[in-house]
Each structure stands twice: as structure tokens, then as C-alpha cells.
């Protein structure tokens, strides 16, 4: 009844607030923002095409190399813009190249040796060394060039050579109970903008306990409250509270992502990007880890509100609880390539991490039911143990005010009868 | 109660605050008993082996320097902390998350939600108590009125209102679940004349409705007009516990209370004056043991213009600096 009233309190104060109406219609804005912004603008702005000269010691592939460099094209645009490398002998040629470089008139120069073909080996020569995707492209494009000699050379007639060289379209296709849907990277998308809401809502909600909490401290509510409820069933009051705020938002987001994708042509149109449906487990697993995620963390977060006086102080002391979490979403990459090996497996199983991580896998290729059970039977495990503790913490460090405690002194609060 | 009957008693009251326990009903119950309890910090000895009654229906003044264990034993009262040793009871019973629904409790730094609608605020702690959320939605506006909060501010937050106001509110909130007992902790510091005044009122309709209150306080003057029983605190003891009268008397006829006009300096000093509270057109003398007024009255009317000269027994305040002052000096 009480317990239910801190709950309504806590949770009317925080929905009726200016600042969640805010969180919950930006939220998704930004995340898309942030996720699909820099992909998209990477795809969109791959810079002007490289201005490249071929400094040929060979004296025979010049030409062919040229062709097929000046020839390559990247959704429809050239990506190589072929300059003259000059006449003279090819140490005043290479010369004049380097000081062209030097001096910004072209971006690099490919020096191919007298034995290129029979190596099958050539030098890049730029300023600029780091941007990975177009030297790989021109890596490609050189070596289909050589090879293109080499058969020509082995007494292949010219068409022949084209067809032999045909490039390779591959096309990526999921297949799901549901069917089969082409992916155009859709799917690494919607885990990671789910990846990425879970680990914001749970920083998120967890900090607004920590808030909560402080309010309470530094506005002295809290001898209010605690000459008529215990402190154990406040901390249980206001942990629920705010999370079934989180919860409303996540609701209010996956409506949402219905609505959107019923609108799913527009929105494809709108974004440039087919997003994958999402399986009705998938979305019920994900409510699942994000009450796991906020009532592990957000203990943590209430034992450091408790134990601090302000907000400034809480600062330092909230950051290692961000530490896990900031890990987890760095290991990201890593259990979305192989979601199903050891590493991930062993992983996505540590309490700390399950939230996010035994979600990814989820989202990415549905592991074991057991898998899936134990994970949240080991977090629900640890998430009570912290509990308890924090419980413990908070019960002592809401009545204390003055110096900010050392990590020993809330300790030692844990053991306090 | 209606405003004009709370003036009336308000008129009567005064000056005759020391007095007033002889139309207290005799009860055998205390509502509150704390015998023997001892409380510490990390080494510091907070409450030291307090034992105090404080009987039904009776306006109890806690009274206590800073530090003395004024608020650990108001938390303690509270259930917010557990004592060491010794044993407390509320209206006859062990102080249990039972027994705390039936006192209000008003804490020295004010604690409401900054954000939150006064309305609001005040059912929820109401509701907090176990009253249903009608019941003290229906006895807010009477509150508001008697204590002079104007109907508007019921639906603005509370950072909205002055400190005063919030104050007021506070007090709401801790009697809104009509409770036999309220525990103030400095209930009127912060209040201009005019609200204090109100809030006196309201201290003392409670009293009249047979309510037990326990209030601590630093302000002398309004416990001495305002309590029948007190008991003064320091670190952690009890120094005295008593009616306001008993207090008093076993303290005096022992001082001049003296209204002049001219240059009183020469008090500081003078034979048979054991301690002198000046304010400049007033003065209050402890005599010495043995001390004759009159000889003091002589030497007085020679040097001042005496408006007034009145032997007394000491003031609340006087006892209060006399007690702390040579309970600090035997504990050093």
C-alpha cells in the first residue's frame, strides 16, 4: 500500500516531467542520429576520388592499369582520377611524382616494377596512407589488372579475358523461421541501435535513481519519509518507480518501431535503410535484459546517491559503475561477428555483462534456450545479492551528511546491524 | 476551532505558562517513555543513559545546545535509528513502525519535495501514514485556513511558495494523519511574529484536543510560555526535567528583573550580583547567595532612572546558560 504510493510518486512525478517528454520523442531521433548518422554520412561523403599517377618501370602495363583504374567505379561515381605521371628517365619521373604529391597536385603514385607481373608485386607512394577502403579498392583493381595481362599473356583472346575476369555481386540473404529477407547491413544496424538504447536507457534510469536519491538526501524528504516507512521498503519504492518510468519509455518506443515499420516503405525511402523486422522474442527479451540491465546497475546507482551529499560528488563515484557497461558495448564487434563462439558464449554470460551482450546474440543468431536461461537466472541472482547490499548502504548513507565517505566506510555500512 | 477562541487562549496563556500543568488531567501513562537508552557514533557518545517521561496531553520542551542529542533522541523516537541500549515506548507500547503511524513528526531541516504540487505533497505524506488518500484530501483546505495559506498556492509546487509558507506546510504535512502525538523540532525558528503567532495557535488547539506534544527548541521565551513540562540536554545527559514551574522555583526567588534608562555599565561588578544579563534598557541580576535587594535597589536608584525593579525567579534562558556552562566546565 505505502510501497505502492512511493511507487505512483515516483513514477507520476518523473512521466508528468517536461524532461522525459523530451527524452522519450528525441531519444529515438537521436539514436538514429548517432547510429545511422556517421555510416551514412561515410557512405554519402567518401570524398573526392583519388588523383593517382602510374610510374611504370615495366614499360608494358602502363596502359592496361591506367584503363582499369580510370574505369573503377563506386556507386555509378570514379573513385580514380588517372594523372600523367610525365616523360623523362623514371628517376626524374619519380622524382617530379614525389615533389607532385609533396605539393597536394596529386594524392599518390603507384610505382609498378620492372618484375610486377612475375612478383605480382607494386609500391603506393602517398601522402595520405590511412584511408583503408580506397587503397584496398586500388589494390583490387591492380591485381585484376595484372592478372587480366597474365591471361592475355597465357594466349587468352581479349573477350575471353573479360568474361574469366567477371566481378562478383554477392548478396547477403537471412534466413529466419519467418522467411527469407535480403540484408544490406540492416540487421548489424538494428543491433547495434539496440544495443545502444539498451545501454543508454540503463545508464540513463539508473543515474535518474541516483538523482532521486540525492533529492531526497540533500532536501532532508528523506526523515520525513523515514519516520513513516522503513528504509528498505523506500529504496524498493523508488528502485521500482523509476524503472517502470524506463519501462513506459521503452513501451512508448517500441510503438513506435510498430508503427514504423507498417510504414515500413516510407521509412525505407526515408532513411535509405531496410530495417529487418524484429522478432516478437526478440522485442520481449529485450524489455526482459533492460529490467535486468537497470535493477543490477541501478542498485549501484542508489548505494552511490545514498552515500554521497551532492550531485558533484556522485560524479566520480558513478563512473566505475559505467565502466562494465562502457566494456560490454566495446566488445560489441567482437560477439556480433561470432556470436556463437567460446568467447562470446563465456561473455554474454558474466552478470554484468549478460544485459547487453546476451542480448546482442540474441539479436544477432538466437543461442541456446538454456544458454538464455542461465544468463538471466545468474543475473536475477546477482541483481538480488546487490540489492540486498545497496539496501544496506542506503539504509546508513541517506542519514549521513558531511564529508563524502571513503569506499571502506560504506563498506563497512554493509555490516552494520 | 474557530480563530477568535484560539486568540482568546492565546491572551490567557500568556504569563501563566509556568502554571498551567494544574489543569493537565492527571494520567498514569506517559505517552512517551525512554528509560536508560544510550546512543554513540563511531566513539562519540550522543545519548548518554537518557531516561525521560513525557505524559499524555502535555506540551513538552526539549530543550538543548547544539550537539546535546536533541535530534538522535527525536530519531530515535522516530524508529529512523535504534538505540544502543535501553528501551523506548509510544503510548504504552515498544516504538515499532506501528507505533510511529500514530506520531507527526516535524524534523529541524524542513524536507519537502521542491517539485512537487503542495497538494500533492501533503496527501502523499498523509498516505505515508496510512491515511486513505480522500480523507486527507478533505482536510487540507481547514489546515490551510488555519494556518493562513491562501486557497491558490494548494496547486503550485512548493519551490514556489516562501520559506515561511513552507514551513507551515511542513507542519501540515506532519499532522495531516491526525496523530496523538507530534514530535516539532524547532518548530518556529524562521517564522516572522505573525506566523509564529498562527502556528502557536495551532500548537495550542492541538494541546486543547488533547494531543501530546514534544517539541525542541533553542527559543527560550516560546517554551517557557508555551510548555508545561521541560527537561534540558547536554551532551547527551539530562540536566533537568520538570514543570516549567517546579524549574523555576527550585532556581529562585534568586533575580532582579530591572527596566532603566541611563548607563548601566556599572552593573558589570556590583557587590551581591552573581550574574548580570544586560540588554541595555533591561537587565536581568542573579543574586549572590546571602545578596540583599535592597541594598542593590540603593546602589541602583543612585546611579540610574529605574523604570522597574522586580525580584523574580530566573528566566528559562538564564537557567538554560547557567546549567550548560557549569556542566561544560565539570566536563573539561
Not at chain 1, 602510374?54 to 573513385?79: C, F, H, M, Q
Amino acid at each position: 500500500m505505502r510501497l505502492f504510493a512511493i511507487v505512483r510518486r515516483e513514477y507520476l512525478e518523473r512521466v508528468r516531467g517536461r524532461a522525459f517528454l523530451i527524452g522519450t520523442l528525441l531519444g529515438p531521433l537521436l539514436m538514429a542520429a548517432f547510429t545511422i548518422g556517421p555510416s551514412a554520412l561515410m557512405a554519402k561523403q567518401r570524398g573526392k576520388p583519388l588523383r593517382v599517377a602510374v610510374l611504370d618501370a615495366s614499360g608494358t602495363l602502363r596502359a592496361g592499369v591506367e584503363k582499369a583504374l580510370s574505369e573503377r567505379r563506386i556507386a555509378g561515381e570514379p573513385r580514380f582520377i588517372v594523372e600523367p605521371p610525365g616523360e623523362g628517365a623514371l628517376e626524374v619521373v619519380r622524382a617530379s611524382l614525389t615533389a607532385a604529391v609533396l605539393s597536394g597536385r596529386i594524392d599518390g603514385y603507384l610505382h609498378l616494377p620492372p618484375d610486377a607481373l612475375a612478383r605480382g608485386a607494386a609500391e603506393y607512394y602517398g601522402k595520405n596512407v590511412s584511408n583503408v577502403m580506397d587503397l584496398g579498392l586500388l589494390d583490387k583493381t591492380v591485381e585484376d589488372a595484372l592478372t587480366s595481362f597474365r591471361l592475355s599473356g597465357a594466349g587468352l583472346p581479349e573477350a575471353r579475358v573479360q568474361e574469366v575476369m567477371r566481378r562478383l555481386e554477392l548478396k547477403t540473404i537471412r534466413i529466419s523461421e519467418t522467411g527469407e529477407r535480403e540484408d544490406e547491413g540492416g540487421s548489424f544496424l538494428l543491433s547495434m541501435i539496440l544495443l545502444m538504447t539498451l545501454y543508454t536507457t540503463v545508464a540513463m534510469w539508473g543515474g535518474a535513481l541516483m538523482n532521486s536519491v540525492i533529492e531526497e538526501k540533500t532536501s532532508r524528504v528523506v526523515e520525513v519519509m523515514l519516520s513513516s516507512i522503513s528504509a528498505s521498503r523506500l529504496f524498493a519504492g523508488k528502485l521500482l518507480g523509476v524503472g517502470a518510468v524506463g519501462l513506459t519509455q521503452l513501451l512508448v518506443w517500441a510503438g513506435f518501431m510498430a508503427g514504423l515499420s507498417l510504414l515500413g516503405a516510407q521509412a525505407a525511402a526515408v532513411s535509405g535503410v531496410k530495417l529487418p523486422e524484429i522478432p516478437l522474442l526478440v522485442l520481449v527479451l529485450f524489455v526482459v535484459f533492460f529490467l535486468l540491465g537497470y535493477f543490477l546497475y541501478g542498485a549501484l546507482y542508489a548505494a552511490v546517491g545514498a552515500s554521497v551529499n551532492s550531485q558533484q560528488e556522485a560524479h566520480s563515484l558513478a563512473f566505475p559503475i559505467l565502466m562494465p557497461l562502457i566494456l560490454a558495448v566495446m566488445f560489441f564487434p567482437m560477439v556480433l561477428s561470432s556470436p556463437d563462439s567460446k568467447l562470446s558464449t563465456v561473455l554474454s554470460l558474466v552478470p554484468f555483462w549478460t544485459p547487453l551482450l546476451m542480448f546482442l546474440r540474441v539479436s544477432a543468431l538466437m543461442p541456446p534456450a538454456w544458454q538464455v536461461g542461465l544468463s538471466i537466472a545468474l543475473t536475477l541472482a546477482t541483481t538480488f545479492a546487490l540489492n540486498w547490499v545497496a539496501a544496506r548502504i542506503y539504509r546508513v548513507g541517506i542519514l549521513m551528511y558531511g564529508k563524502r565517505p571513503t569506499l571502506r566506510e560504506i563498506l563497512k555500512w554493509i555490516g552494520k546491524p | 476551532m474557530a480563530p477568535a477562541s484560539v486568540t482568546r487562549l492565546l491572551q490567557a496563556g500568556e504569563g501563566c505558562g509556568p502554571d498551567r500543568d494544574i489543569i493537565i488531567p492527571a494520567v498514569s501513562e506517559a505517552a512517551i517513555a525512554i528509560t536508560a537508552v544510550t546512543k554513540a557514533y563511531a566513539g562519540h557518545l550522543a545519548v548518554n543513559n537518557l531516561s525521560l517521561a513525557v505524559p499524555r496531553g502535555s506540551i513538552f520542551g526539549l530543550l538543548g545546545p547544539n550537539g546535546a542529542g536533541k535530534t538522535t533522541t527525536l530519531r530515535m523516537l522516530m524508529n529512523v535509528l535504534g538505540p544502543d541500549s535501553g528501551t523506548i515506548e509510544i503510548l504504552g507500547r515498544p516504538a515499532d513502525d506501528s507505533a510511529r503511524d500514530r506520531i507527526g513528526y516535524m524534523p529541524e531541516e524542513r524536507g519537502l519535495y521542491p517539485r512537487m504540487l503542495l497538494e500533492d505533497q501533503l496527501v502523499f505524506f498523509a498516505e505515508m501514514k496510512g491515511t486513505p488518500r480522500v480523507d486527507a484530501r478533505r482536510r487540507i483546505p481547514a489546515w490551510l485556513e488555519r494556518l493562513g495559506i491562501e486557497d491558490k498556492w494548494r496547486r503550485r509546487r512548493v519551490n514556489e511558495l516562501s520559506k515561511g509558507m513552507q514551513q507551515k506546510a511542513q507542519f501540515i504535512a506532519s499532522v495531516l494523519h491526525d496523530p496523538e502525538i507530534l514530535i516539532l523540532d524547532e518548530p518556529m525558528s524562521g517564522l516572522d511574529p505573525v506566523a509564529a503567532d498562527v502556528m502557536r495557535g495551532a500548537l495550542l488547539a492541538l494541546s486543547r484536543q488533547g494531543k501530546t506534544l514534544l517539541l525542541s527548541s533553542h527559543q527560550m521565551e516560546t517554551v517557557e510560555r508555551l510548555c508545561d513540562r521541560v527537561a534540558l540536554l547536554d551532551r547527551g545527559e539530562k540536566l533537568l526535567d520538570g514543570t516549567v514551574g517546579d524549574v523555576k522555583r527550585s532556581h529562585g526567588p534568586n533575580t532582579v528583573a530591572l527596566a532603566y534608562e541611563g548607563d548601566g555599565s556599572f552593573l558589570e561588578g556590583l557587590p551581591g550580583v552573581s550574574r548580570l544579563t544586560d540588554h541595555g534598557q533591561f537587565a536581568e541580576l542573579r543574586l549572590a547567595a546571602g545578596a540583599d535587594p535592597q541594598e542593590i535597589l540603593r546602589a541602583v536608584a543612585s546611579r540610574l532612572r529605574v523604570r522597574r525593579f522586580e525580584i523574580l525567579e530566573p528566566s528559562l534562558h538564564d537557567i538554560f546558560i547557567e546549567q550548560v556552562t557549569r556542566h561544560g566546565r565539570a566536563a573539561a
